[in-house]
């Protein structure tokens, strides 16, 4: 096939809502597109887990810290299939990782926003995986076939995370006045780095209208963003806290809530590494590589003696 009938026979699985899938060709801008997309999403997942380990030694009771466990090695087992996924495109694992720890390749600015109390692990359940479902069901249509049904799994996952956050914070905000007050003190720390996880507005946003023309994105940052603001205001009403947002008010004509402007210059000092624990992640993530040659080289080195003995 030449060229043009290569790029016309994919413009047409893209029109038609077929999978591209690893063997078929795509463009050369598509394929690095989603290398960059779900290597950051990988990284996210994998960064993401820091700032709630941090906590498992400390959850209040047994079941509060079986659950936290689970909830960690989940998002373990997503950056694990997010970077097999990148993998189905050519990339090298080694690599993506190292672009990861000299701050080449992105990760959410959310993890980069430290976790204080116990509440703030009901938050992010709550908040930061309510955030991602929003972000991710949209990419279980994704058109690249390995990422989309990666997705399929995540989001069954990531909908348990959000109701073990939102049930503690409900336990909290049915205790003690202080136990409340820590609730709403996360909320207040916890909101407005939520939104910012969407990206930034669709004016400003460099990636969005190819990747919606390819269909690797199905919404637009901004209205993902406004959907997690109509769904969660509710929420927070049951839980009888207050959204830090004086101007947050319900649109009757548009349909939806309205409400403040981002801080963004806040959002691109934490994307340039400028965040309150950019630095401490990046080093826990550098140590644990580090730390973990020894199983890696075990690993090859029994691998390699393995396939010695079936050759031999
Ligand atoms: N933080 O053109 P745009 C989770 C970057 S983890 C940092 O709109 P795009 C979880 C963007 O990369 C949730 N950087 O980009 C885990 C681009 O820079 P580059 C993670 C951001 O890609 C543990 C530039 O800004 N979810 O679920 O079209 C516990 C311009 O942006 C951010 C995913 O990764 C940000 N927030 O759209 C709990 C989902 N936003 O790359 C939960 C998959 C933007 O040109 N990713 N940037 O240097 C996506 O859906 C899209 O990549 C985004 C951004 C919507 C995030």
Known sequence: M?????????????????KIEPNDWMPDEYRQTLIRQISQHAHSE???????????????????????????????GHGLYLYSA?????????????????????YSSIFNYPALTWADIGAIGWLVD?????????????????????????????SFHQRQGYESLMKLCNGTPQQKAMAQDALNR?????????????AESTHSEQSIAWKIKRFTNDELRQSFVDATVPQAEILGLTIPDENLKWNEERGHYDFSE?????????????????????????????????????ANAFAKKRAMKKSA
Request: proline share 4%; net charge neutral; hydrophobic share 40%.
């Open 46 to 76: 994998v960064v993401g887990m820091l700032p709630e380990g941090n906590w498992i030694t400390r959850a209040p009771n047994l079941r509060r810290k079986a659950v936290l466990l689970a909830k960690v090695q989940d998002e373990a």
């Open 130 to 158: 309510g955030a991602a479902i929003m972000n991710q069901v949209a990419l279980c249509r994704t058109s690249y076939g390995p990422y989309a049904r990666a997705m399929v799994k995540i989001c069954k996952e990531e």
């Open 2 to 18: 030449t060229q043009a009938e290569h790029e016309r026979h994919f413009n047409d699985k893209i029109a038609k809502e077929i």
């Open 190 to 202: 916890f909101w407005w780095p939520a939104l910012m996880m969407f990206g930034p507005n669709d």
């Open 262 to 298: 981002i801080n963004w210059d806040e959002f691109w000092q934490v994307v340039k590494g400028n965040g309150p624990c950019n630095k401490e992640r990046l080093a826990a993530r550098i140590k644990a590589k580090e730390e973990g040659l020894w199983v890696r080289e075990a």
């Open 86 to 106: 990148t993998e189905t495109l050519g990339a090298d694992r080694e690599q993506t990782i190292d672009d990861l720890h000299t701050g080449k390749a992105k």
